[in-house]
């Protein structure tokens, strides 16, 4: 039922508005050519706000993990002691990438449901200051929680150590201060928050990272910073870019910013409450305390989580994501990303309630948490 | 003038047919969901008989460099003799990355308006029999060269090498026996003669070729073939893939199969035969040979080249490419790949003879070219 409108609640790729899939229709045009040299520094001159930080922001063509790899193929040689803080798969994703570069990975797992511990990484690093680099995951999508950048920024104290993050799920629908905070590396992709289909990966370097990144002795070529800066030199990507994903940004890119970031980031955590407070009044229980809790992305214990959101994406049309490591089978995850209104969690919540036999319970209770926000 | 409607003409990317841009706009979808579990095996067989091949054919987000990564990620340690064959800029790349990847790297140079010869690349092979992998470039974009790769497999002889094939402005324009060749490895990309927007490369492995890759010690990840070989035993790509250049892509195969293989290669060698006859009638250069001359793009000795190519781009609305290396400023290239028929050839002689005062003179001696095919 309903195949042809599938509503979209998983934690990427997200919904992409239809003024945006249209952009990416145009007629292709040069990378090398006037128009492209005038719309590639644009765009990415207008994801600074965004990123919070006034470095210059790389596109790679390639899925988010193609920007997690731009940032361990600059910053990574072999026997570089790094630190990778580890509470979920995108966690474990840094771990495995920094062990396939050869790096001496120190990991420091916190539990899937928690937040990594800032004044645990702290001692960690006292006790460590060998370290170069950290890794981080701002939001883990795949278990719905967010983790603190800032206080774990400011948990480095006078260390040494760069701080990598990956806001693939954040960037766009929650704050990053990359400057602010003291982040190195901001890495973050066009499939979440930002509107855009899968394809292209964003990442910001500070510049003591630049630093860093011309020094590595890692095997690299297509994501060796050096080459983007040398086309960059001319506004050009160094190899053919996902030219159509450009056009879509732009359009993206205008939606967000004729919201307002502040209200953007307002909207997801009304989503987030919304889903949260219609769940516990079904009795549910939520994976994540409320410290934690995503704003992008909300886990819901459910009995046998597979096959109830089979029959809701075959029943009501609503697709929801399952669980991953421990929590598979267990959970439910609803995504509330990029383009989601309030508007859609109540039918996400609808399709919850009615699964259960309780038509009413839980998206009554969003409604009046909206009313009230 | 018309900058409405730019036609065109370089060597990729390519103009897109609307009917695929049509196809990138369509509703995002769950790349671990049914419809694209569905999809993307279905996609990916379906290019095997573009490539020649019985094996499977790897999709990866990204640049044609990117493929060519995964060609040289996988198949190059640190310290593996390699032989590149450089007659132009794509030669120079994978040069370029092979010594990025700490190959000790054999470089085989031949002029850049000529191909490769089979018979010095067999003698240079005996003299080395410790070279493990050649990489050769079908199609040389940059010089409009197309090299014999037939030839140069045979001229292997009985030596061990993996012949590695750089075949992203050939593959689906061009003829390309990955197995009756006894090619190795073969990559290609999705924005020349596949009619996509760019974004996608794909690379298909030799089983010889595969062995060597498992036991390759670089650093990899994105491009690891393993992880891409586990997530293929549930028909899913590792990482989230452009989902909307699948769905281009499963458009733009339909019209090459609707047209056929055979009709494809025909109108590209028809497409070359009428450029290279209307330029001779106005006097111009060849930069190729007969015998080389790439089935794709053709490149035109001519006078202030970036001059010409910027008037006929503002007053005629056709874009040409311009040279590179030793023919910067020297060469125009026009590209006759993909989605373009002979009457876009007339178009593109036209603007040129217009250009030159010579009104009718180069679509005449094309036309009548077509009228005796």
């Known amino acids: 039922m309903f ?14 508005p239809p003024q945006v899939l249209a952009r990416t229709s145009a007629p292709m045009v040069n990378h090398r050519g006037s128009a492209f040299k005038e719309l590639y520094p644009r765009v990415l001159e207008r994801l600074k706000p965004i990123f919070g930080t006034v470095e210059q922001i790389y596109m790679v063509t390639g899925s988010g993990t193609a920007g997690m790899e731009m940032a361990v193929a600059n910053l990574v040689s072999p026997g570089t002691p790094v ?4 509470g979920g798969f995108f966690g474990q994703r840094w771990r495995d990438m920094c062990r396939a570069f050869g790096a001496e990975v120190h990991e420091l797992v916190y539990p899937w449901d928690k937040a990594a511990d800032p004044a645990r990484v702290g001692e960690y690093l006292k006790e460590h200051p060998e370290i170069e680099v950290i890794f981080a995951t701002h939001n883990e999508s795949s278990t719905a929680v967010i983790n603190d ?20 799920s954040s960037l766009g629908g929650v704050p990053v201060k990359m400057d602010e ?12 928050c930002l509107m855009a289909p899968p394809g292209l990966a964003f990442v910001s370097f500070s510049r003591r990272a630049k630093e860093v990144a011309l020094k590595a002795r890692t095997s690299r070529y297509y994501f060796d910073l050096s080459i983007y800066d ?3 030199e001319r506004n050009e990507p160094p190899f053919t870019p996902n030219i159509s994903l450009v056009f879509a940004l732009d359009e993206a890119l205008q939606i967000l910013e004729a919201e307002g970031l502040e209200n953007v980031f307002a ?14 009044a079904l009795g549910l229980e939520l994976l994540v305390a409320e410290t934690y809790a995503s704003p992008t992305v909300t886990g819901v214990k459910v009995d046998d989580a597979d096959q109830f959101r089979q029959h809701i994406r075959l029943k009501y049309g609503v697709e929801f994501a399952g ?9 439910i995850r609803i995504g509330h990303m990029g383009y989601a209104t309030p508007l859609d969690m109540l039918t996400a919540l609808a399709a919850i309630e009615m699964t259960l036999g309780r038509p009413g319970i839980a998206t009554a209770a969003a409604e009046r948490l909206w009313l009230e926000a």
Do not use: N
């Open 3 to 16: 195949r042809y409108k599938q509503e979209l609640r998983i934690p990427g790729p997200t919904p992409v």
């Open 83 to 86: 630190l990778c803080l580890v």
């Open 149 to 168: 950048i800032e206080a774990l920024a400011k948990a480095r104290g006078d260390h040494q150590a760069l701080l990598v993050v990956d806001a693939v």
């Open 181 to 192: 905070w003291g982040i190195d590396v901001v890495v973050s992709a066009s499939q979440k």
């Open 230 to 232: 040398r086309y960059w």
């Open 267 to 280: 909207r997801h955590r009304l989503m987030r409450d919304m889903v949260r407070e219609g769940v516990r």
């Open 323 to 331: 669980g991953q490591g421990p929590f598979a089978g267990k959970i």
